[in-house]
């Protein structure tokens, strides 16, 4: 159905999106509401994004109800909700057009003449936040939809009046498929979401047939350091080009240094020609990989190259990055997104080289399926940490099967010879933090459901203790 819909008949029109509280979607209602759409929506909860989506003038409901969508002229709704959700089956018994949300993105790139999309299984929404920051210092007036909290850009989108659209692309669902970049960024191909993929194979060939969709002048920008990422820009006959830290990779860094806070510095090196200086704020290589990505798609889209690394330079980070939210007791506290192993993995690196005392890794694991492909990797993820608390799983989208706990993941630590304990609520785990944390120490929350609302609850609660 959704090949014949097209944004453009609906401009001015009501359009209801179902999971409206989404990182993704929150943005996008408020895209369409500078488009000139009459929006509404709902979320199964009254999430922290509800506030911002509420100001730009989207009338929200709490909780999924069939009269929901009384009068709507078209229905958006995400990967997340199932198809007998009552908002969903009501739109189809009334014969409203509905689409899920990839589609929306893709029409609203479809808009400009150069869609960026940026994809990989790590590193994504920075990546794409980088760039966004290069393309407004270069003053392209880029539209943006980053999949993350952005202050730069006051939120997670941006119209922009430009010819480009930057967006970051996620193979969750294969809903990237349903974009038409003339440059696509691949990061890197990672085991994940093998709730809907078979292995990390059919992943790979997904991957491929998003960069088989780029026109005949697009460019195909990979790490030339992953081989399944090379194996697939080999396979195109569009033009390709690779970044990477090795020198081998057409877009590399030469002079590389790390500081004591793990932030990295290099010359930034186009094949043999010597660039500008990028001095990065955020700390990790794998951040160095990213930057590299963002300049390389910037370079290869006209921008110029000292604007754009000083753009670089100033970036502080997307908000659920890494981002210190306050402190406990004269103790750090930290919050990511991270939300598979690999991603805790460089996050706890990062907090292991800032922390001076005891360093305390807070796991939300995130849905069932995960959680079960993906188990021996989370036993052993947070080694570099002193202790680990794991909290209930975030079901988010999944139905408890009732076969896997957080306690299961703990035990498997221990045996790995990790200290870790279950917490399950917040309640308990901020009352553990409370207990065991003092001067010195760092405690960083990681996860990409509502593991957030920990800190958020934690600073509230100080400031209520500082008030007495």
């Known amino acids: ?45 009254g999430g922290y994004l509800l506030d911002g989506v509420r100001a730009a003038g989207v009338e929200v409901m709490v909780g999924h109800r069939a009269e929901n969508v009384h009068g709507a002229d078209l229905v958006v709704y995400t990967a ?10 009501e739109a189809e018994r009334l014969g409203i057009p509905s689409a899920e949300r990839a589609w929306l993105l893709g029409q609203l790139m479809a808009q400009r003449r150069t869609g960026i999309a940026v994809c990989g299984a790590h590193g994504k929404t920075t990546t794409t936040a980088m760039l966004a920051q290069i393309l407004m210092a270069c003053g392209k007036d880029p539209g943006i939809h980053i999949g993350g909290q952005l202050d730069a850009i006051g939120g997670s989108t941006r119209v922009g009046h430009g010819e480009i659209f930057l967006a970051e692309a996620c193979e969750f669902n294969r809903s990237f498929l349903q974009l038409r970049p003339r440059v696509s960024v691949v990061l890197n191909i990672d085991a994940d979401h ?30 030339g350091t992953d081989e399944r990422v090379v194996r697939q820009l080999k396979r195109l006959p569009v033009r390709t080009v690779t970044f990477g830290l090795t020198e ?35 700390p990790g290589r794998f951040n160095a990989e990213n930057a590299l990505a963002a300049l390389a798609a910037a370079g290869e889209t006209g921008c110029d190259l000292e604007t754009a690394a000083e753009a670089v330079n100033a970036f502080a980070g997307a908000h659920r990055r890494f981002e210190l939210t306050g402190t406990l007791n004269g103790a750090e506290l930290f919050h990511d997104y991270g939300h598979n192993p690999a991603e805790m993995r460089n ?34 993820c947070t080694q570099e940490a002193d202790v680990t608390l794991v909290t209930d799983i975030c079901a988010a989208r ?71």
């Open 398 to 468: 999944e139905k408890d099967p009732g076969d896997i706990h957080s306690g299961m993941l703990v035990d498997g630590m221990r045996a790995h010879g990790l200290t870790a304990w279950w917490t399950p609520s917040f309640d308990d785990t901020e009352a553990w933090l409370r207990e065991h944390l003092k001067p010195g120490d760092l405690a960083i929350t990681m996860g990409c459901g509502d593991i957030n609302l920990l800190n958020d609850q934690i600073a509230r609660h100080e400031r209520e203790r500082a008030a007495e």
């Open 248 to 282: 081998d990779c057409d877009w590399h860094p030469a002079e590389l240094a790390e500081d004591d806070a793990g932030c990295v510095s290099f010359r930034l090196m186009h094949g043999t020609e010597a660039g500008p200086r990028v001095s990065l704020r955020v």
């Open 347 to 380: 996050a706890v690196s990062i907090a292991r080289r800032r922390c001076k005392g005891t360093l305390y890794a807070v796991m939300q694991p995130h849905t069932f399926s995960r959680v079960k492909t993906l188990f021996n990797d989370y036993l052993t």
């Open 1 to 45: 159905m959704t090949e014949t819909l097209r944004l453009q008949d609906y401009l001015g029109k009501r359009v209801h999106m179902i999971g409206v509280g989404g990182s993704s979607m929150s943005g996008l209602s408020k895209m369409l509401v500078e488009e000139g759409c009459t929006v509404t929506g709902s979320d199964r909860d």
């Open 80 to 89: 997340a909700i199932p198809a007998d959700n009552p908002e969903r089956r």
């Open 194 to 223: 093998l709730d809907c993929y078979r292995d990390i194979d059919e992943i790979e060939e997904t991957f491929g047939q998003f960069l088989r969709l780029l026109p005949a002048d697009g460019i195909a920008i990979g790490k």
